[in-house]
């Protein structure tokens, strides 16, 4: 179970999360023949590459073509990078990753060596609540893509979870989390994943030994609205 | 993509809508490409085999196969051992919607956004389900109509149960999923 290390007015606890079970969990589903079962594999599609080829090879035979290779199933197989410009492609030992930004518009807008992010949800410095906006304006203004239910862990963390879903249900609001000094930067639950912006949204029930809670840890990258119109040419 | 054309049902009543092109978030703040380069030249993914050839990304394929090799007939949809019926597509039938409280979304998760020109829907949240192409299973939708505009969002809903003192081994169980100042705009671009 991964855990969250969250701060809010002035006290900090880690706690679990956990991903939520979809609502119509179904069995999944597969494809069958009367052979058997249909899986996906990765073949060899027969493709030769000709540097050389001209067109008369091309109208007297098929060298784009190699009918040994193809659906020859790819076993103990190595990724590798290979440099194409010769007719045998080279294995590179030595490169460099490198991201290219590109904006809307297709525009490259920078290049930069590749950046690694790390998680950055359970460490030293715990999570901590920048804002609070209204929960209709924040669940209809961005994209969840992903989802995370806050738990406890013993009853110090129930306290901790409680009074925060408590806290949010009675200002109807949900809590914009960030990581950082200051709260500030995107989080990021894998090493090397992606960057999300992280919102809490909270709603309790019971009283005494009977309270309940519901802590949800979503996870946005993208604002619910359309691309910004192109500029008219003048 | 063009628009397509939707029908859709709301307690009764049928309302016309249209689909629009998938919004992702490369067309909002841009995309990010991955390169991998050697003296400025760019290069290209392959695989080294245990004989030592080497193969071109495009000369690699996925494809199906059965017991036999490639399928030589339709292979049918299974679940749990029983055979399913393949759904049609939205686009080709009508698709009932229910109102929902706007909290719905918060146990949502979203894959795909398209906007939606839904004209005469009352401002709000609705639930259904949709396909895209026919399918046996479909996806869960939810339609949010703002009064600057529908988005419909297709995706699955969660079961996000309450946690009670005892925490339930199904917390533990759930397979892993997989501003510095308050008035800054949020960046999501995040690049």
């Known amino acids: 179970m991964f855990t969250l290390h969250l701060e809010n007015e002035g006290r900090s606890a880690r706690v679990g999360l956990s991903s939520p079970m979809a609502e119509k969990n179904a069995a999944p589903l597969e494809q ?32 784009e073509l190699d009918f040994q290779l193809a659906g020859r199933l790819m076993r103990d197989a190595t990724a590798v990078y290979l440099d194409t410009r010769s007719a045998q492609p080279a294995i590179a030992t030595e490169f460099k990753e490198v991201e290219v930004v590109y904006a809307p518009d297709g525009q490259e807008k920078e290049r930069r060596s590749r950046v690694f992010r790390t998680a950055n949800v359970d460490t030293t410095q715990p999570l901590k609540i920048v804002r609070r906006m209204p929960v209709k304006e924040c669940l209809t203004k961005f994209v969840f893509r992903g989802m995370q239910q806050l738990v406890h862990t013993d009853g110090l963390t129930f306290d901790f979870l409680h009074g925060l879903a408590k806290s949010l249900q009675e200002s109807q609001s949900m809590a914009l989390v960030g990581a950082g000094p200051k709260g500030a930067g995107p989080l990021v639950l894998r090493d090397g994943g992606t960057p999300f912006r992280g919102f809490l949204y909270g709603e309790v029930e019971g009283k005494g030994d009977d309270a309940r809670y ?21 | 993509m063009a628009a ?63 017991n036999d090799g490639s ?25 009932p919607l229910e109102a929902v409280p706007l909290e719905t979304l918060a146990r949502f998760l979203t894959t795909d956004v398209y906007p939606v020109d839904a004209g005469g829907l009352a401002p709000g949240l609705y639930r259904g389900t949709f396909n895209y192409r026919k399918s046996a299973r479909p996806r869960d939708v939810l339609l949010l109509v703002r009064d600057d505009g529908a988005f419909l969002l ?7 149960p309450m946690a009670g003192r005892t925490v339930a081994y199904q917390f533990f169980d759930a397979p892993a999923g997989g501003a510095e100042e308050a008035a800054d705009p949020l960046d999501f671009s995040m690049m």
């Open chain 1, 32 to 63: 069958v023949t009367s052979a058997g079962k249909v899986k996906r594999v990765q073949a060899l599609n027969g493709q030769n590459f000709m540097a050389s080829a001209n067109s008369a090879q091309l109208i007297e035979g098929d060298p």
């Open chain 1, 214 to 234: 519901r802590l949800l840890l979503l996870l946005s990258d993208q604002e619910l609205k359309r691309p910004a119109a192109p500029a008219s040419a003048t």
């Open chain 2, 4 to 66: 397509k054309s939707l029908k859709l049902s709301v307690g009764g009543k049928e309302i016309a809508a249209t689909l629009e092109s998938k919004i992702g978030k490369d067309d909002l703040y841009g995309r990010v490409d991955h390169v991998v380069e050697q003296n400025g030249q760019r290069l290209e993914r392959g695989w080294l085999l245990p004989d030592g050839a080497t193969l071109r990304k495009s000369q690699v394929a996925m494809t199906s196969v059965d």
């Open chain 2, 71 to 95: 399928p030589a007939e339709t292979p049918e949809i299974h679940c749990a051992g029983q055979k399913l019926e393949l759904r049609p597509s939205s686009f080709d039938g009508g698709e």
């Open chain 2, 154 to 160: 297709v995706g699955q809903l969660k079961a996000c």
